[in-house]
T-cell receptor, first 116, second 110 residues
């Protein structure tokens, strides 16, 4: 079956612009996660959804970051007023359930964001 | 909070050499433990996992045993191949997301 897909695969933007990153999880997966991979910070967990709900937003780097999920499926990560330090690869993952982390997370190919 | 420490790379080996990548963790609970692999130009893939103490995860000739007493989950392979060249990430599960180590780049030369 289809895996996790993300779009766009690459995004180049100018400092101060807003960007939207999209994630389509595996069909039937109720849990969805966003991570960021950057040279300086490695792999950082940002936020998770159980269904359409994101109970804990404390992992988001700043209030310029927001995420939503609709219909228990597609999720969008929005970065407002982008800064150069936002440049990174943004990874999305999904799992069948949240289940205390026992279920395997399947990762998408990522969106490489470059802020000029 | 929970954390994962894995050995610094890069690691360079000849084909058929033995591999060990050390990984230790700190956690307040009893997390599941994972090794993920990222091949050049590809996304993260699960390599193996263990969900409780003394479990051994294995896949593609790689093995790792969940050692609660030493809080470790070292990755081992008896004979590496050129195709094993990749970045390897140790991770543990928290209630919400995964906590990753910084990754170890492995290069296997023919």
């Amino acid at each position: 079956g289809a895996g996790v897909s993300q779009s766009p695969s690459n995004k180049v933007t100018e400092k101060g612009k807003d960007v939207e990153l999209r994630c389509d999880p595996i069909s039937g997966h109720t849990a969805l996660y966003w991570y960021r991979q950057s040279l300086g910070q490695g792999l950082e967990f940002l936020i998770y959804f159980q269904g359409n709900s994101a109970p804990d937003k404390s992992g988001l780097p700043s209030d310029r970051f927001s995420a939503e999920r609709t219909g228990g499926s597609v999720s969008t990560l929005t970065i407002q007023r982008t800064q150069q330090e936002d440049s990174a690869v943004y990874l999305c993952a999904s799992s069948l359930r949240l289940a205390g982390g026992v279920d395997t997370q399947y990762f998408g190919p990522g969106t490489r964001l470059t802020v000029l | 909070g929970d954390s994962v420490t894995q050995m610094e790379g890069p690691v360079t080996l000849s084909e058929e050499a033995c591999l060990t990548i050390n990984c230790t963790y700190t956690a307040t609970g009893y997390p599941s433990l994972f090794w993920y692999v990222q091949y050049p130009g590809e996304g993260l893939q699960l390599l193996l996992k263990a969900t409780k103490a003394d479990d051994k995860g294995s896949n593609k000739g790689f093995e790792a045993t969940y050692r609660k007493e030493t809080t470790s989950f070292h990755l081992e392979k008896g004979s590496v191949q050129v195709s094993d060249s990749a970045v390897y990430f140790c991770a543990l599960s928290e209630e919400d997301g995964l906590v990753f180590g910084k990754g170890t780049k492995l290069t296997v030369n023919p």
